[in-house]
């Protein structure tokens, strides 16, 4: 008789300890490289989203009234902590994701970032002071942490995109909800932990679980400030519509469409392995993946595609387990069957394929969710699989004449995130940078991704609102600016009625 595996069931974090959700509805949590099911995650009502706000709101104060430098304390302590778990992070990532060690590492590395610019919140907030404005006046500004915010998350970094979202939140002063992707809560949780185990008053930080009616709930609800969502375009949209009705303060990142334009003078097997990487990493289940390549000029196109098939058919995909692997499967079977109706799509628009990952060639005991690498030729700006963000290793080439050519397909989409040109010419580089309408650029480096200390934000349908994902601009979206101008009388001060405006 087959024995019942009992699966794990997830819980909230909330008030400083992991709470059962009572909602009775729950969603299955996979691990991608085997298509089993490792736990399954509370979805939580709007009446225990209400309840985690309170709890969170009766936190803030005490936690405003901190001084900025024992925040701080607390911060870096939370951060010494993940370095020293990284390891047990790493196999949960791994196992709730799929992707591969080395790229849950280098995940936690950048999600590090964040948190080490959130340390410096102290500095970040120190607002500006000018004696004397006039009539002895001194007036400054400072900047109060907001109350209540809240972060919704997506699946494609478990970790680094919570502590890109979170960070500088916390940091600030305010007590932060956080809605991770149903897909991948089991990071959050474990970064609750580190959190209580670094000292964080209870209350402060909270992980409640949950699909479209938690989130609804976070955006209606009065004692919420702020929203910080990433995820894909079309939620974006809806978060930022529904989140400023609500009048809040809002920035929703969305999905990515990034192109690199290889130019005649590059060197193409340079370009083709910073290609493949960039493509093909995480399984292409990154914003800021290379979607596609623009070669310039026919010879540079031939070439460059007879390198690319080489060098792809040789990619390895397979489980996180095996340390030789390229990269993993994607999240879901869903995504894989909507990945999979694009490639078949765009093959009946006249799409050509280099390489088939149609049937990837994987341990026969797996049953999970692969894809192996495929690359299509001569796609046109007016095929579906142009227009839309293909969360999977699905990856095309689209033929261009020329630099201005190249430059105006990818500013004629809709989404802005990242893109790239190879090309020793400096005065190609030069133009590229001025004339292309995308907000993450690289020249010679295949995932401009900015550094934790830089703003990480797309352009046009790829961020809604003026959010960033990380960086310094998080410090302004998670405080309110109060200007004050202050005089102190004593007896000598003059006193009279004035009605003219008051100038210096
Ligand atoms: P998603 O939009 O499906 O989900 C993101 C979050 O929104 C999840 O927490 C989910 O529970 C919630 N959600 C989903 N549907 C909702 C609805 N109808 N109403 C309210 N909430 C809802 O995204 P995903 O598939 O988890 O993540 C992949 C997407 O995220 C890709 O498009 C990727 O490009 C994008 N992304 C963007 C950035 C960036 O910084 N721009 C970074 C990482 C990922």
């Known amino acids: 008789m087959a024995v019942e595996q009992k699966i794990r069931e997830l819980q909230h974090f909330i008030n400083g300890s992991l709470v059962p ?15 089993e099911v490792i736990a399954r995650v509370p979805l939580a009502t709007r009446e225990e989203v209400r309840h985690a706000i309170e709890v969170a709101k009766n936190a803030f104060p005490k936690w405003k009234a901190m001084s900025g430098g024992k925040r701080s304390e607390i911060v870096q302590r939370f951060r010494q902590l993940i370095a020293e778990n990284q390891e047990e992070l790493i196999e949960i990532i791994c196992e709730e994701s799929g992707k591969t060690k080395e790229d849950a590492r280098g995940e936690i590395q950048r999600g590090l970032e964040s948190v080490d610019l959130a340390i410096n919140a102290p500095h970040m907030v120190k607002g500006e002071y000018s004696v004397n404005v006039g009539g002895d006046i001194n007036a400054f500004s400072r900047k109060d942490p907001l109350g209540v915010v809240a972060a919704i998350s997506p699946f494609n970094f478990p970790v680094m995109v919570p502590l890109a979202q979170t960070s500088m939140a916390v940091a600030v002063g305010n007590a932060v909800i956080l809605k991770p992707s149903e897909k991948v809560p089991i990071s ?28 609804n709930e976070l955006l209606e609800n009065d004692t919420v400030q702020a929203i910080h969502f990433v995820g894909s375009t079309p939620i974006a949209e809806y978060i930022y519509h529904t ?24 060197d193409l097997e340079k370009a083709a392995n910073a290609f493949i990487g960039a493509a093909y990493g995480a399984a292409s289940q990154r914003c800021m993946a290379l979607s596609g390549v623009i070669p310039v000029g026919k010879e540079t196109a031939d070439k460059l595609v007879a390198i690319l098939k080489e060098k792809i058919e040789k990619l390895k995909v397979g489980p996180y387990t095996d340390d030789n692997v390229d990269f993993g499967p994607v999240i879901s079977k869903e995504s894989k069957e909507t990945i999979l109706g694009y490639l078949e799509r765009s093959l009946k628009e006249g799409a050509k394929l280099v390489t088939d990952g149609r049937n990837p060639e994987i341990l026969k005991t797996l049953n999970g969710f692969y894809l192996g690498p495929t690359l299509l030729d001569e796609v046109t700006p007016d095929m579906e699989i142009f227009k839309y963000e293909v969360f999977g290793p699905v990856r095309i080439v689209v033929r261009a004449d020329s630099l201005q050519e190249a430059i105006d397909i990818i500013n004629s989409h809709e989404l802005g995130n990242g893109v790239t040109i190879f090309t020793n010419n400096g005065a190609a580089a030069r133009k590229f940078q001025d004339e292309i309408e995308v907000g993450m650029v690289g020249v010679n480096v295949p995932i401009p991704i900015p550094v934790g200390y ?4 797309g352009w046009k349908r790829s961020n809604f609102g003026t959010g960033v994902m990380f960086g310094p601009d998080q410090a302004n979206f998670y405080t309110k600016r109060k200007t004050i101008s202050e005089k102190w009388l004593d007896v000598d001060t003059e006193s009279k009625v004035t009605f003219a405006f008051p100038s210096n």
């Open 243 to 266: 989140g400023t009705k609500y009048n809040k303060r809002v920035a929703a990142l969305g999905g990515g469409k990034n192109f690199m334009i290889v130019m005649p003078d590059a």
């Open 21 to 35: 959700g009572t909602s009775g509805r729950f969603s299955n949590v996979y691990n991608p490289c085997t298509g």
């Open 188 to 215: 959050a949780l474990y970064i609750s932990n580190l959190w209580k185990e670094a000292g964080l008053p209870d209350g402060v930080w909270t992980v409640i679980n949950g699909d479209k009616e938690a989130v």
């Open 454 to 457: 830089h703003n990480f934000a």
